[in-house]
């Protein structure tokens, strides 16, 4: 198959790398003042987490080659950093390039809100299990075995098994939550909380340091806990059911102090999870969807004193001044 992916990112170039090892061709979309210093291959250092559990270290490199306006492709992947899917899909139409698309991405966005934004495009959402950053051409990633995948009732493409067949010729497997939008929004939810707390001083512009701190803090992770359920009340409260998402939200039920132990001892056995906590470190990605759930849940009224807390430090912080 031909695979595009917009832009030259992390989560975009990993599953190019996938499917470019599967026997795929894929394609960069680039604006046109960046074509010029795009590389021709990226140098990949990759945990792969599809054959083995633990993750196995691998070193690579990546072809890149480049779409060209007017193209036509079996898929587009779109990873954006939140609130930017408007300008994506911009460039993909000012290049006339076309596919269905495939949405790798976070947004707080009601569904009637994104097909305002693809018009007419065919798309599908998901949710990638890979991280990592790319720094002087070189792509230091960590990729899981699965993505998140809408269903395909829900999908609004033409060809879903065809996107099945391109997962698992990378030996990719799907999991199929109730609702995409709605896990979208309890992932964000739980980010916010996790980041609150390894931030709660109000300092957050070293993620990859805090993130090993609270990995391997037992008592700050009883804190993430806490500050998690009051996040995901705002999920509910947008009209979520969370009876649906049992398994995803079955570790914050337990007693919290039970549940910092358990987690810490998660981090400190899974290379996977405790590396990809450490990669991802764009402050305003990261910002982004914490801002979203607290604007949320001031704007219903709900009371989250621990996270609302730890959100107004950082914000005080940020711009020197309390957010009203």
């Known amino acids: 198959m031909r695979i595009a992916i917009l832009g030259s990112g992390v989560i975009g170039t990993t599953y190019a790398y996938a499917f470019q090892k599967a026997g795929h061709e894929t394609f960069h979309i680039l604006r046109e003042e960046k074509i010029a210093a795009a590389p021709a291959k990226i140098t990949v250092h990759l945990l792969d987490g599809r054959y083995n559990p633990k993750g196995e270290e691998k070193d690579d490199e990546y072809r890149v080659s480049l ?68 720094q002087d051409g070189k792509l230091n990633c960590v990729l899981f075995d699965h993505i998140m995948l809408e269903s395909g009732s829900k999908a609004r493409i033409s060809d879903y098994a065809a996107l099945v067949s391109l997962l698992n010729s990378a030996d ?3 999991e199929i939550p109730h609702d995409m939008f709605e896990w979208i929004w309890i992932h964000m939810a739980i980010n916010a909380g996790v980041t609150s707390t390894a931030a709660r001083e109000g300092v957050i512009d070293d993620p990859n340091r805090l993130a090993r701190e ?40 337990i007693p919290a102090g039970i549940a910092g132990i358990a987690m810490k001892k998660l981090f400190a056995g899974n290379e996977l999870t405790s590396r990809i906590m450490t990669l991802h470190n764009d402050v305003n990605d990261i910002m982004y969807g914490c801002k979203c759930v607290y604007d949320e849940g001031k704007k219903r009224g709900l009371e989250l004193p621990l996270f609302y807390g730890n959100m107004e430090r950082i914000f005080a912080n940020i711009d020197g001044r309390k957010p009203v």
Not at 237 to 242: F, I, V
């Open 67 to 134: 779409a060209e306006a007017g193209d036509t492709f079996d898929f587009i992947i779109i990873s954006v950093a939140g609130g930017k899917l408007s300008d994506a899909i911009k460039t993909i139409k000012s290049r006339d390039i076309k596919g269905p698309l495939i949405l790798f991405c976070n947004f707080w966005n009601e569904r009637k809100q994104v097909e305002e934004i693809l018009g007419d495009s065919e798309y599908v959402t998901a949710f990638p299990t890979a991280g990592g950053h790319i």
């Open 214 to 253: 609270l990995m391997g803090d037992s008592k700050a992770l009883t804190i993430a806990v806490r500050a998690i359920r009051e996040t995901v009340k705002v999920v509910e409260a947008r009209g979520a059911d969370l009876r649906l998402y049992k398994n995803e939200l079955l570790p914050y039920r």
């Open 172 to 174: 990719i497997k799907q």
